[in-house]
């Protein structure tokens, strides 16, 4: 991992903010180094909708305007780190708990700049245990579904999502088929949103390492 690496790359999504929109902001910690990027150039954005509580409250203390998505309708683009990528730029995202809200934006976003530091690359997504947001109540019988779909389901203790559900990291996923265990992971009754972005992958990945920034678009 190169905190120089996120936040070059962090820095380089300046140039695909358009200027009189709203922007829409991921959650994490390279998400965090653009929020601080994006303070220069507060004046000359409408403002920000964001994706977790956290990157609101940064937004706000240094002067960005956040708006609900509501009100804001289309946004032109959307910002957000990944916990893996791979070449088509499918994603593994949630590590931070906001995939939700994340995905709810990214849906809503015209292009999705995806920021993060080289080491995110696999040739295929799943080392990363990745998170399902559930229902709590639906937490127990969720997990035997994952566990028959060949996953090891870990409750993310003491967490609580910005929606009031939890998390559930299952490990030892091999994901082959990003799209079609995307969709049946959707499909359990419990389950909010899963941390697998291949229905809507990222368009564009700016990939940060210590000698500069790669830009990658899906093969
Ligand atoms: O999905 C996320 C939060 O829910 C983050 O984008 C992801 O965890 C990457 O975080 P970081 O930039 O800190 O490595």
């Known amino acids: 991992m190169s905190d120089q690496g996120k936040r070059l790359a962090a820095e380089a999504a300046l140039e695909y903010v358009e200027e009189d929109a709203y922007v829409g902001v991921g959650t994490g910690s390279t998400v965090n180094l653009f929020i601080d990027a ?3 150039m507060r004046d000359r954005i409408a403002g920000a ?8 409250q940064r937004l706000r203390d240094r002067g960005i305007d956040v708006i609900d998505l509501n009100s804001a309708g289309r946004l032109p683009v959307y910002v957000d780190g990944a916990d893996e990528a791979n070449r088509f730029l499918q994603l593994i995202k949630g590590g931070g708990g906001a995939l939700t809200r994340e995905k709810i934006v990214a849906s809503a976003s015209d292009r999705f700049v995806c920021v993060a530091d080289d080491g995110k690359m696999v040739d295929v997504l799943g080392a990363f245990p990745l998170p399902v947001e ?3 109540m639906a937490r127990s019988t969720v997990a035997r579904e994952l566990v028959r779909l060949g996953g090891r389901p870990e409750l993310r203790e003491g967490f609580t999502t910005d929606n009031g559900n939890v ?3 299952v490990h030892g996923l091999s994901i082959t088929e990003p799209i079609k265990l995307e969709q049946t992971l959707n499909n359990i009754p419990g389950v909010v949103t899963n941390g697998i972005f291949a229905l809507r992958p990222a ?11 790669r830009r990658l678009k899906a093969e």
Not at 49 to 56: L, P
Not at 203 to 213: M, N, R
């Open 167 to 169: 998390i559930l990291d």
């Open 38 to 40: 994006l303070a220069d």
């Open 49 to 56: 909708v964001s994706s977790s509580e956290a990157s609101t």
């Open 203 to 213: 368009d564009l990945l700016l990939l940060g390492s210590d000698s500069g920034v």
């Open 134 to 136: 559930v229902i709590p």
